[in-house]
């Protein structure tokens, strides 16, 4: 049986919001994917360096995490409010963080080092 027919219809209220916040993380992956596109494009003082690619490709990793975070944090909810169980946490919570400090670090790193080489 799918998962939409079991249980109770939830609130419509309830369903609105979990949609809304899914395409809250949907508009954030949006952004990742901008950022990903804005550093390959313009960062030039990048252009050679082996940041560059890594920086553009952990921005595309996060850009795809959040979109399926995104889908299944809303499924969990919607089967939840359904089955009337709490909500459970989403591990975006862990997992993006950890990948932008480390994006971070290595923006860092190289702007260091373009300091003390230039």
Avoid: H
Avoid at 38 to 46: G, M, W, Y
Avoid at 79 to 90: G, K, P, Q
Avoid at 91 to 111: D, F, R, T
């Amino acid at each position: 049986m799918s998962w939409k027919k079991q249980g109770d219809d939830p609130d419509y209220r309830f369903t609105l919001a979990n949609e809304r916040t899914f395409l809250a993380w949907v508009r954030t992956a949006l952004g990742f994917f901008t950022a990903a596109i804005a550093v390959d494009q313009l960062a030039s003082s990048l252009d050679g360096a082996f940041y560059k690619p890594l920086i553009c490709i952990a921005l595309l990793v996060i850009s795809v995490l959040c979109s399926v975070f995104a889908y299944a944090n809303w499924r969990g909810n919607e089967i939840a409010m359904r089955l009337n169980t709490n909500l459970t946490y989403s591990n975006a919570i862990k997992v993006i963080p950890v990948l932008m400090v480390l994006v971070i670090a290595v923006l860092l790193s190289s702007i260091y080092n373009d300091i003390l080489i230039g």
